[in-house]
């Protein structure tokens, strides 16, 4: 008698083994979607601190710019006060 309740054991699938599988399957999808997510959300990141680092780029340039603007505006004054006195 024992022998024939193995066998029912052994050859059909218990609900169980059924919501296990579900289960793992839906943790499986699940870690999936949210590692895709979570690439998704880097890569849109890297894409703004690349524009932020490109413009940040061109203030500097243009800081040196004007700082050299500036130093020239500065001189040419300075040599028009010693020609003036």
Same mark, same amino acid.
């Given at each position: 008698m024992s022998s024939n309740k193995d066998n029912k054991r052994s050859n059909?699938? !218990?609900?169980?083994?059924?919501? !296990?599988?579900v289960s793992i399957m839906f943790a499986s999808i699940s870690m999936a979607l949210i590692q895709t997510y979570i690439n998704k959300q880097i890569y849109y990141e890297s894409i703004e601190l690349s524009r932020i680092q490109k413009e940040y780029n061109i203030l500097k340039v243009e800081e040196m710019a004007l700082t050299h603007s500036i130093n020239k505006v500065r001189y040419k004054n300075l040599v028009l006060d010693i020609i003036k006195h």
């Open positions: 059909g699938i !218990s609900f169980m083994m059924i919501i !296990s599988i």
